[in-house]
């Protein structure tokens, strides 16, 4: 069974600093794995979406990267901003199921001014 | 456009009462999906559709049921809410599979639902 972790649980920085999220999947047999940012009270956002054959995806000050072999994709934030307090989550569409996503728990991060 | 859309936003139901959720996209989406969010878990899948008329399981479909009468709105039924069903609902929409190339979900804002 698929199952996606994401530590820490929850992350303060100061702001300016780079900063690196962590999501693992228990199952390297996937399409795809996607990040979304969640504000409170609001629905996901996604972020960026990586395909099994690729390494990185880059939008602006955010790259992640995937490596499916040890099950692992990164979400690296550059120069963090108050505005980029949020929760951020991860999400797998695994082989054996291509309708569904596969969500982890979530970092809750806090950008501090 | 205005994207995902869910109505209500906030409810409050007593233990056995009934309600409907209603999800609405303007994207022209085949797939739509109902996931629900707890604290301190990631987004569960309830059921989903694959184009208008069809509906399918997800992860955690007990005591719900859904509809997909036409293709912009999937519609979530409680038929006896339970407090175990309080949570927040989650709506999405998507062009094809999700396994296909470069195909992203859209959410909605949610429900939040609490059953007393």
């Known amino acids: 069974k698929q199952e996606v972790t994401q530590i820490p649980a929850a992350l303060s920085v100061p702001e300016g600093e780079n900063l690196v999220l962590n999501c693992s999947f228990t199952d390297s047999a996937i399409y795809n794995l996607q990040w979304f940012r969640q504000d409170p009270g609001k629905g996901l956002t996604s972020l960026l979406l990586?395909?099994?054959?690729?390494r990185e995806q880059t939008s602006g000050r955010l790259n992640a990267s995937l490596d499916k072999s040890s099950g692992r994709s990164t979400l690296y934030i550059a120069a963090s901003q108050p505005g980029d307090s949020a929760t951020y989550l991860c999400?797998?569409?695994?082989?054996?199921?291509?309708?569904?996503?596969?969500f982890g728990s979530g970092t809750r991060l806090l950008v501090r001014p | 456009n205005a994207g995902v859309t869910q109505t209500p936003k906030f409810r409050v139901l007593k233990t056995g009462q009934s309600m409907t959720l209603l999800c609405a996209q303007d994207?022209?989406?085949?797939?739509m999906y109902w996931y629900r969010q707890d604290p301190g878990m990631g987004l569960r899948l309830i059921h989903y559709?694959?184009?208008?008329?069809?509906?399918a399981k997800g992860e955690v479909p007990d005591g719900y049921n859904v509809s997909r009468l036409k293709k912009q709105n999937f519609l979530l039924g409680l038929e006896s809410a339970a407090p175990s069903q309080t949570s927040v609902y989650f709506c999405a929409s998507s062009t094809r599979r999700l396994a296909d190339s470069y195909n992203e979900q859209f959410f909605g804002p949610g429900t939040r639902l609490t059953v007393l």
């Open positions: 994207m022209n989406h085949e797939y």
């Open positions: 990586i395909q099994s054959s690729q």
């Open positions: 559709s694959v184009g208008e008329g069809t509906t």
């Open positions: 999400a797998v569409v695994h082989m054996d199921s291509s309708y569904k996503l596969i």
